[in-house]
């Protein structure tokens, strides 16, 4: 069972400011794959502060910068390219062919088309 009950934000893993847990139905099986935490306002809020101060640095980044940061998130997708199918597999109900071929070389395709 997958447990993703906390968000990434500010560089670090966080709990939910108000705990809202999710069950993620796998539909091929109609049975629990997964536990969330849906977000809350307070949560966004938390987000999008920093977001913006983020962004103030990013910014300034380099075009060379944010290849190099584009890259490197393509070269983590490709390590963790086999959990990602899965994981896809399990929330989707997808045949397993499927997950790995389309639907997260799909999510491996933006970042590396914005490189």
């Not at 560089?11 to 794959?33: F, K, M, R, S, Y």
């Amino acid at each position: 069972m997958r447990e993703y009950k906390q968000f990434y934000i500010n560089g670090q893993w966080v709990d939910p400011v108000t705990p809202n847990e999710l069950d993620v139905i796998n539909p091929a099986t109609e049975e629990v794959c997964a536990h969330i935490s849906k977000g809350s306002e307070a949560d966004i809020d938390l987000a999008v502060a920093a977001a913006k101060t983020a962004f103030e640095s990013y910014s300034r980044t380099s075009r060379e910068e944010r290849v190099e940061l584009l890259e490197s998130c393509v070269a983590v997708y490709t390590k963790r390219y086999a959990d990602i199918a899965d994981a896809i597999r399990e929330e989707m109900g997808a045949p397993k062919g499927f997950a790995k071929a389309a639907q997260a070389g799909c999510g491996l395709g933006h970042p590396q088309e914005a490189a």
